[in-house]
Each structure stands twice: as C-alpha cells, then as structure tokens.
C-alpha cells in the first residue's frame, strides 16, 4: 500500500538541517548542468550561426528521423506481442512473456556490439561469406539502418510492459457490444480498443523516444550521426568545445519537450484508466489458424533480440578460447568496474537520504522543486552531463579533472534520480501511523528516524543501492570522457575492442553485463514485490 | 470545583479551504477517570478531533488544554511527543521490525525492563513477548498496542476504532477487558467508533456528532432516552418519530395514534408542536394497551421479536417499531396491544 503525502503531514514538522541538506545536494549535483548554459555562451561566439549552420540541422534531423523510426518500429512488434500474450490463446505464454522482456537487460552497447561483430566487416557472417564463396562486396550495415534495427529491437519492451498492464485490466464488455452491432473486427479494433489503449501506448512510446535520444553507445558504433555521437566528436575533436556544449543544449531542449509531453500523457492516462478495473477480465481469445504465425512471430523476435546477442557473445568466447587468445579477460577491468561502482553505491546512499526524507515527509515549494529538478537529470542524456563535467572540472577543479572521484561525481549525478526513487518509494510505503504513534509515545525525532523510519526502509536502501552498482558497471559515455587516463573498465573495454574490430576481447565483458543486467531486473521486480507486501 | 483533565474549544479544524470545515467549534471537557466515547458517521470529524488532541494535527482554531497546560491555541502547540498522550491506532501500529518485547520497550529509558513483564501480564500476553508483531492474531496485536502505549503511562489513551479490524466476539471480549483495564489503570480514554452499541457499552459520557459538529453530549442513557434531535434518535438505535402536540401539565404529548406520555419535554410549552421520538423499548406488550395495531412483519432475535405494527387512525395510518418478548408466539396480521413507558419517550429538536 502507498500513502500518500498528505498522511504523513507534519511529521519532523520544520526542519531547517534537511532542508539545507537536500537544497546543497541538489544544487551541487545540478550545478555543472547549469555550468553547460554559461559554457556555450562564449563572448567571441555567434550562437544563432552555430545553431542554424547546415551541419546543426542535419544532426537534429537524424535525431528525430530515426527516433520517429525507433518509436514507430518498437511500436510495431510490442503491440502484436502484448496482445498475443495477455489476449490470446498463443501457447506458451508466460515462456513468451518473460523472454520478450528480456531485452530490457542488454545494453545499448553490447546491442550495438553484437550487431556489428555479427554483420560488419570480420564479422562472423563477413568471414563466412568471405571464407566459402570469396565474396568481397558487402552492403553497408552502418549509418541508420544499423542504428534503427538495434534500437528498435532493444526498445520494444517499454511499450510492451506499459500496453501489456493496459491490456491486463482491460475487459471485453465495449468490443462485444460494438461487434454486436455488426462491426468488423477490424473496425472493432480501429474504433474501439485502439483509442483504449492510445494512452499507454504514447507513455511507452514517448520512453522510448526519450531512450533514442540519449542513447549514446548504439548510434556511436553504428556511426549514425544523431546528437549524442557529434557531441562526443565534438569533444574528441576539440578543435570547438562551445560547439559541444550549444550541441547538448539542444539535445537537453528536445529531451524537456519530450518529458513535458511525459508528464502531460501520464496525468491524462489517469483519466482514461477509471472504471476498467471494475471490468469482467474476458476469456482468452482462440487464435485458430493464426496460431503458426503468431508463434514464428514471437520467435521471430525472441530471437533477434535476445537469443542473437547471447549466441554471438558466446560464439566470441568459444573462438578465443580456442585460438587461446590471451586477452579474453582482462581482470584488471573487471575490478576497475567492480570497485568504482561499489563506491558509487556506497557514497550514494548518505547523500541521497536527506532529500528523500525531504521530499517525501514535507510538502513544501522547496520540496517539490527539489524533486522536480532532480528528477530533470534523470532524463538528460549521459553524454550530456558527462560533458559538463568534463568543462566543470576543467575550469574549475583542475586537480580532479580525469580522477577517480570526478568519475564517481558524475556518476553520483547520474544515480541520484534513481536512487531517490527508489528511496522515496519505500519511505512512502512506511505506514504513517508507525512513526506517528512513536511520537505519541513519547519519542523524539531523532529516535524515531534511527530506530524507526531507518530500519523500516533498510531493504530499499539496500535494494536501490544494488541498483545503482549494477547500472553503474553499464555505464559508457561519463566513463569514456571522465576515467583517468589508462583507467580501463568492461564498458570501455568492449567500446575499444568493437571500434577496433577486435570482437573476441569485447566478447567476456559482453556476457557478464548482461547477466549483471538480468540481476538487476531481478531487483527491481523483487523490490516492488516486496514493497507491495511487506508493510 | 475540580479542573477537567482535558478542556476543548471552539476547536477547527479546515483541511481546504474548498471543503467544509470537518471539525466545527466543538467544545467539551474531560474528567480524570472517565471514558469518553465519540460517535458519528464516517466522516463526521471524529478521528480530526482526536488527532488534534494528540498533536498529530494542527487545527485552525480553538483552545486545548490538558492537565493544567496549554497544548495549543493562537500562540502554543505542543509537538506529540511532550504532550504525554497515548493513542492506539485503529490499525495498531505496531512497529514489524521489533519483537512484542522491544515494541513496548520501545520509548522506555533503559532501567525500566521489568516494565515490560507487568505489562505483558496485565493485558494477558505473557508467551509472546518474544514474537514479532506479523506472527500475532489481530486481538493479541492489539493486546501489543495497549500494552505498549500504558507501559509509557500517559494520563490520557486516545483510541481511534479500536476494535474495527477484530471479528464480532473477539470485539466484545476486548472491549470488556479494555474497559476494565483502563478502570484498573484508573487511566482516562477516549473512544472514537461509529458502532453505537460498542459506544453504548463501553462510556462513561458519550458525544454525538455529525458533519463536523457536536450534536449531543450525555451518559449512555441519557443519550438512548432522550435524544436531543431527529439524528441522534436515528442514529443511535432505532427510533418511532411522531408528531404531536404537548398536552397542558407538560408530561405528556397528544398524537394522531394517541396519547404517549413523556418525561421530556427539551423545554418545549404545553401547546407547542413538537416531534417525539418513541423507542421500541417503551412500547410494552399488553392486551389492554392505549396503541393497537396488526402485525406487518417480525424478525425473531434470540433474545427479543423485532417487529413493525400498523396503526390506524383519522388522520392517516402509522408505522411503529416495538419489542416483543421472544417467548410469546406471534403471527403476521394479528391485532396487538401496547402500553407506553414514558421514560423511553422525549420530545425532539425538529431540524437535524
Ligand atoms: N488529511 C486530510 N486531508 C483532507 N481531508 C481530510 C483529511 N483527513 C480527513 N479529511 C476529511 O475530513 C472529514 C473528517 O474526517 P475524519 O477522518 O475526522 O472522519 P471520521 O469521523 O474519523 O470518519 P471515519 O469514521 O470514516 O473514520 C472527512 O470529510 C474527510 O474526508
Ligand atoms: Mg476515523
């Protein structure tokens, strides 16, 4: 059960130290994204001509052309798939239900990676080809077909877990009466269940929008030029580093329109939604002769996207293991990785609780701003704020400019929003009545916050710290632009390997983020499991 | 002239300002000693008058005091835990990360454990101090909360529906033994529950609201026999609304069914129009009885006949709610008879 706000109200009623705690939190943590807007205005720079030069267009034309493509596409393969399996009679369903999600484990990268040392050039089926039939010429797979396939296969799921949750409450009782009144089923569905699930398919879709624009590691490999990779070129070029900054400025422009179109869908769905519940959930539907090519479709894109990515990682490994290429593992990033992460996850815990008490036990302006604009750096782009950091620290700590705690700084910016979801939600899952019976007991506040409120929501912390670890280890574009220099992690690891075409050593750092990736799904439908029964 | 342990006015209390106020200057004092019980439909203000009292809420307006402090009015309030103000929880509240034990050692300072074995005894829970508080059956966590709230001995135990989330039988067993703790405790309380039996049984003094305001303050008694208008009459078990008119000498009131005597007469003149509330308790079976009607319909209780007659009269037929005692046999359309006890009769306010 969730209580809202205004159950708790008056608890730790004014409390000056939290609030200057979480305000500084969050301003320090904003602050090198603010730094952004005064680096790209260089007295000596004419910004309109950096905006409307030809270049700018064509790099927010690719951006939107192939989020417009991703959207589409994801949307495309997610309904089909939401509806064979919480509509129909498919048969195995919940093997289908769980193993389209499982997309949602593997990063952009390892997407992108696997693609490429499939298809590109000494790829498994480039050196095939070459090897029996001595072919030579070979289409392109770069560039935005590359970028489209990976992301749309990688995105489905958004739309799928929001249309399949939809569809779930959903009865039948509308779609019968119109077919009663002599409607096709086509009609039926144009008219009458599309419109029904209009708002939770614009909430997945509008995700996976957010997803393509700040994808960083796919488009790079795949060599598409959308914001994200003519930023990093930008920067790696260095030839005009204000040109990066005006660049990101309107990659975080696009991206706000995006999330106040978020916010405006998700306030109407709520409309929309009333009433379903009460709805007779309908039989499944007998799919007939239809069965055959339902099943190859799903097995279509099971196996594209999730089975391909395992196959050729594992196919990598084999093959250095059997030319005993001595890199295959490079345990020094492994640890690199591992310890970074670790504390990430540790440092982020004392520094996100004092805003998550903040806003979730006051309502105040201060605590709705603060909320808000941390949940703002949730949807910047890694690039973005990897690059502010990059000209924060530049100008500003020079002694930590490419150091571990810079690193872990950025990476601390990144987390934060996550966390305090995280922590929020299971601070809001806290039955009021226990903090405030304590209170009548007698207790102080300090009591009841280390004794009570701390203890009660010790597996959300806990739980949200995992998290970050885990997202932390996935981590690439703040990694490649902030590590000290030599500093190697699994993420670079595979992002050097694959520019270099050097497949095998990207191959084991591959295979263990995924399974990494698949633990933290496993957190996550742990923790709302159990913030669901456990109060 | 002894100070009440507890003094409330004009309190207010506005959530928004859209809405009307769901406390509405209500004003009432407290002995030490007494049970207080507040009654009224869901939603009437009860459970914001009794955070109020505890601190958990800040009214817009009044005056409380309690054991010769102020805990709030324009200037003052006192935060929850100075206030020395137990409140049990309708849901108990019981903290799920600590054993039965360390939930009622909770707010005690450390020297204080054998505490905890007389609390423990004293509400009749002495095997499980060692369990947490999931593993209790919903009497013995209430058990818990009572326990845990009188180990800090506070002068004053708010309960809000205590015994909403326990099972019939289960609910009257504890309501006794609540009681009858809290006599022996010679602690005060006050009782919030919108079950007027339960408010019935358990009060020294009840108070009747609805929508915000306080409707009636009396004994139990007081309250069944003379309710002060046509809500309370309702609301607090069933009720026979009739108009009439009191007749001269005032002690009793003339009806189109009848004359019913009354000992109440709310200050009304002999002459006046008035509405009269008749409970079945004062309508008595007798063959030579002044109200005569054939039996619409009955339920048989166990321990008495529930049953609707109909009686005929000049200006109209009537419907009266009476009693019948289980052991006589009774068939539907057959004439009856009833003579009226006047100490279950009051005249009543016309408006709500
Ligand atoms: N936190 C709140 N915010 C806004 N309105 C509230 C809040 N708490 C209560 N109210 C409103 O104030 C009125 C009185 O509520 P209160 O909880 O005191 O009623 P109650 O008599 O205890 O009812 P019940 O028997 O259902 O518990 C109701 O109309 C309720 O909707
Ligand atoms: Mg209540």
């Given at each position: ?470 997202t932390a280890m996935k981590e690439l574009p703040a990694t490649l632009l902030l590590a000290p220099i030599g500093f190697r992690t699994l993420t ?44 | ?352």
């Open positions: 059960m969730l209580y809202p706000y205004k159950r708790f109200r008056l608890f730790f009623r004014k409390s000056p130290t939290l609030f200057i705690l979480s305000s500084t939190v969050t301003f320090v943590l904003f602050l090198p994204v603010l730094y952004l807007f005064l680096r790209a205005y260089e007295p000596d720079i004419h910004i309109p001509s950096f905006i409307f030069q030809e270049n700018t267009l064509k790099i927010l034309l690719n951006t939107l052309l192939l989020a417009l493509a991703v959207t589409f596409s994801a949307t495309m393969i997610a309904l089909p798939l939401a509806w064979l399996t919480v509509k129909t009679d498919l048969p195995w369903r919940r093997f289908w239900t769980v193993l389209t999600m499982l997309p949602l484990s593997i990063p952009s990268l390892i997407g992108g990676f696997t693609f490429i040392s499939a298809l590109g050039q000494g790829g498994i089926v480039h050196s095939f080809l070459q090897n029996i039939f001595h072919l030579q010429k070979f289409p392109n797979i770069y560039g935005f077909t590359g970028a489209w396939l990976v992301l749309s296969l990688l995105c489905y799921p958004y739309i799928l877990l929001s249309v399949r949750g939809t569809l779930q409450k959903m009865g039948h009782s509308q779609e019968e009466a119109a077919l009663i009144l002599g409607k096709s089923r086509w009609q039926v569905f144009k008219k009458i269940t599309l419109p029904r699930l209009r708002p939770s398919i614009s909430a997945g879709a509008l995700l996976v929008t957010l997803y393509t624009f700040s994808d960083f590691a796919a488009v790079s490999l795949l060599q598409f030029n959308t914001f994200t990779r003519a930023i990093y070129l930008e920067y790696q070029g260095s030839f005009n580093r204000s040109y990066a900054a005006i660049l990101s400025l309107l990659l975080v422009f696009i991206t706000t329109i995006i999330i106040s179109l978020e916010i405006w869908t998700r306030k109407k769905a709520r409309y929309f939604n009333t009433g379903s519940c009460s709805e007779r959930v309908a039989d499944t539907i007998p799919l007939g002769k239809w069965k055959v090519p339902a099943f190859l479709f799903c097995s279509i894109i099971v196996l594209f996207s999730v089975v391909l990515p395992f196959s050729v990682c594992s196919y990598w490994i084999i093959r250095g293991l059997l030319q005993g290429e001595p890199l295959i593992i490079r345990w020094k990033a492994v640890l690199n990785s591992f310890f970074v992460s670790l504390y990430t996850a540790l440092l982020i815990i004392p520094i996100t609780i004092p805003t998550a008490f903040f806003t979730s036990r006051y309502q105040t302006m201060s605590s709705k701003l603060i909320e808000k604009t941390s949940y703002i750096t949730f949807a910047l782009p890694g690039i973005v704020i990897a690059l502010s950091l990059v000209f924060f620290g530049a100008n500003y700590l020079p002694h930590f400019y490419q150091t571990l705690p810079l690193l872990i700084f950025a990476y601390i910016i990144l987390f934060f929003p996550q966390m305090l979801g995280c922590l929020r939600s299971s601070l809001l899952h806290v039955n009021p009545h226990i903090e405030q019976s304590a209170f009548t007991l007698g207790c102080s506040r300090q009591k009841v916050l280390f004794r009570l409120t701390l203890p009660l929501i010790k597996p959300g912390i806990v739980a949200g710290s995992a998290l970050v670890f885990l670079t690891e595979i992002w050097n390997a694959t520019t270099e075409a050097f497949y095998v050593r990207a191959a084991f750092p591959s295979l263990l983020l995924m399974i990494l990736s698949s633990l933290s799904l496993g957190v996550m439908y742990y923790q709302d499991k159990r913030d669901e029964n456990f109060f | 002239m002894t100070i009440p342990l507890l003094t409330i006015t004009n309190l207010t209390k506005i959530y928004s300002p859209q809405q009307t106020p769901a406390v509405k200057n209500a004003c009432f004092t407290l002995n030490k000693g007494q049970i207080l019980t507040l009654l009224g439909p869901s939603g009437c203000g009860k459970t914001t008058i009794l955070r109020a009292i505890a601190g958990l809420e800040i009214p817009e307006k009044g005056f409380i005091a309690f054991d010769r402090k102020v805990l709030f009015n324009n200037k003052v309030f006192i935060p929850p835990e100075k206030r020395g103000i137990g409140m049990v929880f309708q849901d108990y509240a019981l903290f799920p990360h600590l054993t039965v034990a360390q939930n009622i050692e909770f707010a005690l300072s450390k020297d204080s454990k054998n505490v905890v074995k007389q609390q423990l005894e004293l509400v009749g829970l002495t095997g499980v101090a060692h369990k947490y508080p999931a593993q209790l059956s919903g009497g013995q966590q209430q058990r818990v909360a009572l326990a845990r709230t009188l180990a800090v001995d506070p002068k004053l135990i708010l309960f809000d529906e205590p015994f909403s989330n326990l099972d019939m039988s289960l609910r009257e067993k504890m309501r006794w033994e609540i009681r009858q703790i809290i006599k022996h405790t010679s602690t005060t309380a006050i009782f919030v529950t919108h079950d007027q039996k339960e408010a019935l049984s358990l009060s020294d003094r009840i108070i009747v609201m609805n929508s915000g305001e306080i409707i009636q303050s009396g004994t139990p008694r007081d309250i069944y026999q003379n309710p002060a208008n046509l809500f309370v009459a309702s609301f607090v078990g069933h009720s026979n609304i009739l108009q009439g008119t009191i007749k001269a000498g005032g002690k009793s009131v003339n009806t189109s069914i009848g004359n019913f005597p009354c000992d109440h007469t709310h200050g009304k003149k002999p002459g006046e129009n008035v509405l009269i509330s008749v409970r079945p308790e004062s309508l008595e079976l007798d063959p030579n009885g002044i109200i005569r009607g054939i039996l619409l319909s009955y339920f048989y209780k166990g321990d008495t006949i529930d049953a609707i007659i109909k009686v005929f009269s000049s200006e109209g037929n009537k419907k009266l709610r009476v009693h019948i005692h289980p052991e006589i046999e009774v068939s539907i359309g057959q004439w009856l008879g009833f003579s009226v006890l006047s100490r279950f009769v009051a005249v009543i306010d016309q408006e709500e």
